[in-house]
């Protein structure tokens, strides 16, 4: 069993930038693939970034790619969204998320959730 925590979210003006931490406890985190998803009101879960175990590898939705980074560092269970040139459209609640094995944009294959962090951008 995995518990993960979302902090970070908050309200910022369109341009600005903000960072959300996801803290993991429970199985070895080094084991997980872990990504970020939100979810706009009215709209569906969507993939934001992934990172593989070893973070030799990250994945971008095309809507954040070169304003959004993904991290995490395993010797603190952490993992790390960076958003910086924050839009409107980006305003959500986001999500942390941890699955065994390889990355995948599928929100589905994904087995622990965290309970979300609301993140809004003002115009």
């Known amino acids: 069993q995995v518990q993960l925590v979302e902090s970070g979210g908050g309200l910022v003006q369109a341009g600005g930038s903000l960072g959300l931490s996801c803290a993991a406890s429970?199985?070895?985190?080094?084991?997980?693939?872990m990504a970020w998803f939100r979810q706009a009101p009215g709209k569906e879960r969507e993939f934001v970034a992934a990172?593989?175990?070893?973070?030799?590898?990250?994945y971008y939705a095309d809507s954040v790619k070169g304003r959004f980074t993904i991290s995490r560092d395993n010797a603190k269970n952490t993992v790390y969204l960076q958003m910086n040139s924050l839009k409107p459209e980006d305003t959500a609640v986001y999500y942390c998320?941890?699955?065994?094995?390889?990355?995948?944009?599928?929100?589905?294959?994904?087995?622990?959730w965290g309970q979300g962090t609301q993140v809004t951008v003002s115009s």
């Open positions: 990172i593989r175990w070893n973070a030799g590898s990250t």
């Open positions: 429970g199985r070895t985190f080094t084991s997980y693939a």
């Open positions: 998320a941890a699955r065994w094995g390889s990355v995948t944009r599928k929100s589905d294959e994904y087995d622990y």
